[in-house]
Nanobody, 120 residues
């Protein structure tokens, strides 16, 4: 069974920083890409940042320049460094991975989510 476990969420004042981490475990053959999504109350889930197996990264325009995604799909881990946080960054952040497992082939997996709250 594949699991994505996040850590590092919490509360921070505007302008502060947080680092989120995610580790994948289970019967994983290879990971195509990993990333972070977020969902604020009343809004749709949106991509924050992602990294592929060849190291290519992508960011939402709203976080470009403030966030850095890093990690190693071979090591089954991804991190998100968030700086200059704003109240509008408040959301539940979800780790995401497209990976080949021993049972399902290529499939999308999600973590349980971690709350990030930024106060003004």
């Amino acid at each position: 069974q594949v699991q994505l476990v996040e850590s590092g969420g919490g509360w921070v004042q505007a302008g502060g920083s947080l680092r989120l981490s995610c580790a994948a475990s289970g019967r994983i053959l290879s990971i195509k890409n990993m990333g972070w999504y977020r969902q604020a109350p009343g809004k749709q889930r949106e991509l924050v940042a992602s990294i592929t197996s060849d190291g290519s990264t992508a960011y939402a325009a709203s976080v470009q320049g403030r966030c850095t995604v890093s990690g190693d799909t071979a090591k089954k881990m991804v991190n998100l460094q968030m700086n200059s946080l704003k109240p509008e960054d408040t959301a539940v952040y979800y780790c995401n991975a497209d990976l080949y497992s021993g049972t399902r082939g290529l499939y999308e997996y999600w973590g349980q989510g971690t709350q990030v709250t930024v106060s003004s």
